[in-house]
């Protein structure tokens, strides 16, 4: 059997599967929906602010090479402007990033939708 046939067997092996878990009888969409919406929102709600945290962090360190430890090395400040340069060019992709997930959540209908079942740490008193 080639790669081709292969995977052809499995999609339709796991198809009516991934179709029966999208639609309950009561319309909540199931658990495939729940898994949907708790990973859309931790990205829309964590990843992508830590992200974009990080970014703005490595642009002041570039900029801090360049114009203050650079001085009068060009090798340094050469360093510092491929850093800003590479995270500009990171912000604009996480922003692209962050828009494609809020236009899926938006499109999908999931906006708004809060994390259910998140582990809670109780702190003793």
């Known amino acids: 059997m080639n790669k081709a046939s292969i995977l052809t067997i499995g999609t339709f092996a796991f198809l009516p ?32 602010p830590f992200i974009i945290g990080i970014g703005f962090l490595m642009f002041v360190w570039g900029m801090l090479q360049y114009f203050i430890f650079g001085g009068a090395s060009d090798d340094s400040r050469e360093k510092g402007k491929k850093l800003m340069i590479s995270s500009t060019v990171a912000f604009v992709t996480i922003i692209i990033f962050f828009g494609a997930i809020n236009l899926l959540t938006a499109t999908t209908g999931l906006e708004g939708q809060k994390i259910k079942n998140v582990p809670q740490v109780t702190v003793p008193k």
Do not use: K, Y
């Open 17 to 48: 599967g991934l179709a029966s878990a999208q639609i309950t009888v009561d319309g909540t969409g199931g658990p495939l929906a729940d898994m949907l919406r708790n990973i859309l929102t931790f990205g829309n709600e964590v990843v992508i």
